[in-house]
């Protein structure tokens, strides 16, 4: 029943902003994609990261249904952009260890 309602609200949602969705579908298919390719390499560890990175995504809306707030959209991709960059780019991807820290520094 929990399920069904977690469904209908996600609906809703979707219809009332659309741009955020669509950035975080693509942000999941992104994920997604990284998970089966690092099932593929027999990288469990990164496979396992990237499961956790598809949980992560969820966090916006689970604090907003949650605890009954309404977080701006803004902040919502800002988190969704943290969580992807952080895991898939920065420790899946080694985003760290290629580019040095001062270059780092100017990117964000």
């Known amino acids: ?13 979707y ?9 975080y579908f693509i942000l999941r298919g992104l994920v997604i994609l990284c998970l089966i390719l690092q099932l593929l390499n027999g990288e469990f560890e990164n496979a396992a990261l990237c499961f956790l990175s598809l949980i992560l995504l969820l966090l916006p809306f689970f ?16 988190i969704m952009m ?3 960059s952080a895991e898939i780019l920065g420790e899946i991807n080694n ?4 580019i040095p820290f001062g270059i780092q520094c100017f990117i964000l």
């Open 82 to 84: 943290f969580v992807f």
């Open 63 to 78: 604090i907003e249904h949650s605890f009954k707030v309404d977080l701006p959209n803004t902040l919502e991709i800002i």
């Open 1 to 13: 029943m929990r399920y069904k309602k977690f469904i209908k609200e996600f609906k809703r949602e």
């Open 15 to 23: 219809k009332k902003d659309k741009v955020k969705f669509s950035i």
């Open 95 to 98: 985003f760290y260890g290629i």
